[in-house]
């Protein structure tokens, strides 16, 4: 069974920085594809950045500079660096793992930035 818990989120003031972590059971976080997404309210939801397995990284252009997705093997965890937050980064934050032919989800995290 497949699990991935995401932690890190919160209030912080336009400027600030937070680290979302991805913790996952079930599947291995080095041999799949791994991305966050974010679903700000009344929007679907959007790619925010993903990692594939042999390490190439795409990132949406409106957090380019700003955001880093990487990960940790040995604890099996994938982070999301996010530095320079702006108000529109506001949105849950969602992990997601791509584990050939099923696509799971986390529960989200609630990211706000104030302005």
């Known amino acids: 069974q497949v699990q991935l818990v995401e932690s890190g989120g919160g209030l912080v003031q336009a400027g600030g920085s937070l680290r979302l972590s991805c913790s996952a059971s079930g599947v291995i976080v080095s041999t799949n594809l791994m991305g966050w997404y974010r679903q700000a309210p009344g929007k679907v939801r959007e790619l925010v950045a993903r990692?594939?397995?042999?390490?190439?990284?795409n990132y949406a252009d409106s957090v380019k500079g700003r955001f880093t997705i990487s990960r940790d093997n040995a604890k099996n965890t994938v982070y999301l660096q996010m530095n320079s937050l702006k108000p529109e980064d506001t949105a849950v934050y969602y992990c997601?793992?791509?584990?050939?032919?099923?696509?799971?989800w986390g529960q989200g995290t609630q990211v706000t930035v104030s302005s």
């Open positions: 997601y793992a791509y584990n050939y032919p099923r696509h799971y």
């Open positions: 990692l594939d397995s042999s390490g190439p990284t």
